[in-house]
């Protein structure tokens, strides 16, 4: 690869656009680039499942010829972007990481496929991810494990591990992915890049292959706030009236009114590693020395109910595998760790599936409230760092030990359960050099003031500007 190649690979979506529009580069250079970066990194990263090498070609010649006779109206346009391999695509297998779909071919796309054909965006390929999304480590007995790309021996997240390996490696400047418990933030954050998850319904969710449709969230993740938002928008619904739809060209502004943001006295920064509450912390202040009003909030009822509400997903996963005839008739089939949560869902009983949505409500009225003071709430993405692959348990902060699932989706829940939009964004790494993610949660509908706020905090730093390489 050469030396201007690799620099094309790590540069803004906008920028990127800038240079295909004056003919400066062609699509085809940088989906060569992409497919020769997949093909030297993949092998070991276990980013993609499946690659179109042929198929983004020929979309990027027929880009090419097109922007000859015409300037396109999307920045995504000839951009090589990447999909989370439980998105249908037409003619294009669509494993959801499993072998009970290894060879189901869908006959058309998903929503989100469709929009971004759209845009003449180019899919370089389909993203490994944790099985049937039902896992939030990224490691996959069928496809292989995605590896954190700042250090191989350690996990990606998940359960989007792919497409954040994909996009923090420059094996594509985008990617998308779902987030029900936290699977587009969580590897997002422990790799370095942006995670965004939108307002619950704001992208459809037709056409992908469910985990929980209560809490399923269609997400990008980008490494910087802007391509993040660029994405948003080809994929987002139309926004209720009154409520601003982001526009990526205008983050860089300055804001209009200080923004309030809330520091939470409980849950978030309870039992986490002392390196990231001092990189949260940091950022705060980073906030504060740009003009933000820092306000101490309360979410009183959250750390008591979480695992109550969240009772829901364990209920509406078994139910869907079951409703499609894959469990238990093909239990073999499944990862050890998939068919034993969904064993714990078959046991689950009523009352507790009834409960969780009176204690999702409460967490939700505990947001809303706090939402009457500030504009959005700053929190850890992850208690801790990356953990090694198969580290099944970890102990934070020297407490005792606890099952690594449960540490890394302790810090996102809550915002799948209220449906409030959040996103991830790097604000430092660790002694050993591992990323550290802090997010931003606001209101529904507030994506344009979350991400003006990210952008500006991203702006004054130079986190979301380094790469493993």
Not at 254 to 259: D, E, I, L, V
Not at 367 to 382: G, K, L, M, N, R
Not at 415 to 429: L, V, Y
Request: aromatic share 8%.
């Amino acid at each position: 690869m050469t030396r201007r190649s690799s620099e094309l690979l790590f540069t803004s979506i906008a920028q990127v656009s800038r240079l295909l529009q004056r003919k400066e580069i062609s699509s085809l250079e940088l989906v060569d680039a992409v497919l020769l970066r997949i093909e030297e990194r993949n092998p070991k990263a276990h980013a993609f499942i499946t690659v179109l090498g042929d198929q983004a070609r020929r979309a990027a010649k027929s880009a090419d010829r097109a922007m000859q006779r015409s300037k396109p109206r999307s920045p995504l346009y000839g951009i090589p972007i990447s999909l989370k391999d439980n998105f249908w695509t037409k003619g294009i297998r669509t494993t959801a990481g499993s072998k009970i779909l290894a060879k189901f071919v869908p006959e058309e796309d998903s929503d989100v496929a469709r929009k971004l054909a759209a845009t003449s965006a180019i899919v370089v390929g389909k993203t490994n991810m944790h099985e049937f999304a039902y896992g939030i480590t990224g490691e996959n007995p069928h496809y292989g494990s995605s590896r954190n790309p700042w250090d191989g021996h350690r996990i990606s997240g998940g359960s989007s591990g792919g497409s954040a390996v994909a996009v923090a490696s420059g094996m594509g400047f985008a990617s998308l992915g779902t987030d029900t418990g936290g699977s587009v933030r969580i590897p997002a954050a422990l790799c370095g890049i942006v995670g965004l998850k939108p307002t619950y319904g704001l992208v459809s969710a037709a056409g992908v292959v469910p985990l929980s449709v209560s809490f399923d969230h269609v997400g990008t993740l980008a490494r910087s706030v802007p391509d993040a938002c660029i994405v948003f928008e080809a994929i987002a619904a139309p926004y209720p009236r009154g409520h601003a739809r982001p526009n990526w060209r205008k983050l860089s502004n300055r804001w209009s009114h200080k923004p309030r943001i809330g520091w939470p006295r409980n849950f978030f920064f309870e039992r986490i590693e002392p390196e990231v509450r001092d990189a949260v912390e940091t950022a705060a202040r980073q906030f504060e020395s740009l003009g933000a009003d820092i306000r101490e909030v309360r979410l009183p009822h959250v750390a008591d109910l979480i695992d109550r509400a969240t009772n829901l997903v364990i209920a509406e996963a078994s139910h869907y595998h079951e409703s499609q005839g894959y469990y238990p008739r093909f239990a073999s089939k499944y990862g050890k760790d998939v068919r034993g949560l969904l064993a714990w869902g078959h046991e689950l009983r009523a009352v507790d599936y009834l409960n969780s949505f009176a204690a999702g409500e409460t967490i939700l009225k505990d947001f809303e409230a706090a939402f009457e003071h500030v504009d959005a709430i700053i929190a850890p993405t992850s208690p801790i760092v990356a953990p090694r692959l198969g580290e099944g348990e970890i102990r934070v902060a020297g407490e005792r030990e606890t099952k690594v699932r449960a540490e890394l989706l302790r810090m996102t829940r809550p915002s799948n359960i209220t449906g409030m939009p959040a996103i991830s964004i790097p604000c430092g790494f660790t002694k050993q050099g591992l990323p550290i993610g802090t997010q931003l949660i606001g209101p529904r509908w507030s994506e344009a003031r979350l991400l003006h706020i990210a952008a500006a905090y991203e702006e004054s730093t130079d986190w979301h500007a380094r790469h493993p390489d």
